[in-house]
C-alpha cells in the first residue's frame, strides 16, 4: 500500500517557504488555535489582539492573530477541520515560527461520557492519510506523551473533571459505521475526531510542541447518533470555559 511508503526527507518539492514568503520577526512562539468558529469568534472578542497575517487555501482565508493574555503574546486561528488542511496549515505556522501549539476541539464519544466535559488524548489511532506521510506506518501513536501530567495537575489545581483515553482520528465523517465504532472501541478507542492522529505525526516530524485537547460533543456510544452539543451554538459558556482554560494553560506551560 501507498501509506507505508514513509519518505523521512525533511524538504519536499514543494515547502511553506515556498508559499508563504517573509517571516515576521515577532510571531509568537506560542499558538493556540481552535475549530469551532463560534467559540473562535468569542474567545477573540474576549482579549486585546490584532492581526498579524492571513494565510489561505482555494476556499478560505485564515487570518492569524497575536492575543495578549493577562500581558502574554499568544498567536491564536481558527484551524482547518479534515487533517490534510488541518497540517498544511499548521506548517504555514511553523515556517513562520511556531515551537507551541495547544489544540483543542470537538470530538464524538465512543462510549458514554459527559458532554462539553475535557477528554485528554493519550493516543490515537491512524485511520486517515495524512500523518502516513509524516511518521512510518502503524496502527496508533502516542498524542500528549510530555504533557500529560501537567494536564492533569493544572485541570486537578482547578477542580476541573476530564478523561482520559485513545482516540481514533478518521477522515470519512460519514463512514463511521457501527461494525468500525465497536471494532475502534475494542482497541481502547474512548472518542473520534477529524486531525489528532495527523498533528501529533507533524508534531513528531517537526519537533513541534504539540498539546491536544478535545471536549466531548456528540455521541455514537449507542446505536443511533445523538448530536448532543455538536452545533456551534450549543452550550457556549461551556465551551468558552475550555478555551480560556487553553489559553491558560499555554501561557503557563510554555512561557513562563
Not at 39 to 55: G, M, N, S, V
Not at 166 to 187: I, L, N
Amino acid at each position: 500500500m501507498m501509506l507505508e511508503e514513509f519518505d523521512p526527507t525533511k524538504e519536499a518539492v514543494i515547502n511553506a517557504a515556498d508559499t508563504m514568503g517573509e517571516r515576521l520577526a515577532d510571531f509568537p512562539k506560542t499558538v493556540v488555535s481552535c475549530f469551532a468558529r463560534e467559540t473562535f469568534a468569542r474567545l477573540l472578542k474576549a482579549y486585546p489582539h490584532r492581526q498579524l497575517f492571513t494565510t489561505s487555501m482555494a476556499c478560505i482565508e485564515i487570518p492569524f492573530y497575536e492575543l495578549d493574555v493577562n500581558g502574554t503574546k499568544i498567536g491564536f486561528f481558527n484551524s482547518l477541520v479534515g487533517a490534510a488542511g488541518c497540517v498544511a496549515i499548521l506548517e504555514d505556522m511553523i515556517y513562520m515560527g511556531m515551537e507551541n501549539l495547544v489544540l483543542f476541539g470537538t470530538c464524538g464519544v465512543l462510549e458514554e461520557i459527559e458532554e462539553t466535559s475535557i477528554i485528554i488524548p493519550t493516543a490515537a489511532l491512524r485511520d486517515e492519510g495524512t500523518s502516513y506521510h509524516y511518521q512510518p506506518a502503524s496502527r496508533e501513536i502516542a498524542v500528549n506523551q510530555d504533557y500529560l501530567p501537567a494536564l492533569e495537575d493544572f485541570f486537578k489545581q482547578r477542580q476541573i473533571s476530564y478523561t482520559v483515553g485513545k482516540a481514533w482520528t478518521t477522515d470519512g465523517v460519514y463512514r463511521e459505521t457501527a461494525q468500525k465504532v465497536a471494532q475502534r472501541r475494542q482497541e481502547g478507542a474512548i472518542c473520534v475526531d477529524m486531525e489528532c492522529s495527523a498533528v501529533a505525526a507533524l508534531a513528531k516530524f517537526r519537533g513541534l510542541n504539540h498539546v491536544h485537547c478535545f471536549y466531548s460533543a456528540d455521541s455514537l456510544a449507542n446505536e443511533s447518533w445523538d448530536p448532543r452539543t455538536l452545533s456551534n451554538l450549543d452550550d457556549l459558556e461551556k465551551k468558552d470555559k475550555i478555551g480560556h482554560l487553553m489559553l491558560e494553560f499555554a501561557v503557563e506551560q510554555f512561557e513562563k
